[in-house]
């Protein structure tokens, strides 16, 4: 058995050393980078402080994106509700696929457990689960609003929905 040189076992050690910085700059940019998120996310936008806020921010987005939301059995839902029924009312043409009963689109207060915030994350064990929901995350084929826009949202709903003008 021959012993490795000196130069042999530094190289050895050289490369284990790069292949560990490879892997965590490659786990770093892993966790910090969205699958498919839309573009165009502002991130010191204002609080929405009206339905009229909402309607804005759901119509820009899709605009932005080209969403192709006609193919959805509810499509611009938002556009042809009142406050009201938003707030109170459920999602056109969308049942939860396990009991066949209506959804609502919001809980008001409570973001969290509000089917449109859980749809537009795609939230694990729901029925949005991207991987393993009975209907996923939405809009289906991407582009996915971002975290910040998601969060405007969630947070007029935390908030009450506010409707002031």
């Not at 707030?87 to 056109?92: A, D, K, Q, R, V």
């Amino acid at each position: 058995m021959t012993k490795p040189s000196s130069a042999n076992a530094t190289a050895k050690i050289v490369l284990a050393i790069l292949l560990l910085a490879h892997t965590a700059t490659a786990n770093a940019a892993e966790v910090k980078t969205p699958s498919v998120v839309a573009p165009g996310t502002a991130l010191n936008a204002p609080a929405l402080n009206s339905y009229t806020d909402v309607r804005a921010l759901l119509n820009d987005f899709m605009t932005k994106n080209n969403g192709p939301i006609e193919f959805s059995p509810h499509g611009a839902f938002w556009n042809d509700m009142s406050y009201k029924q938003f707030i109170e009312g459920n999602l056109p043409e969308v049942t939860d696929r396990a009991t066949g009963k209506p959804l609502k689109i919001l809980v008001v207060g409570n973001a969290r457990e509000s089917n449109i915030i859980m749809a537009l994350r795609g939230t694990k064990g729901s029925m949005f689960d991207r991987e393993t929901g009975s209907i996923g995350r939405m809009p289906p084929t991407g582009p996915y609003m971002s975290d910040q826009v998601i969060n405007r949202l969630a947070d007029w709903i935390d908030r009450g929905c506010p409707d002031g003008q």
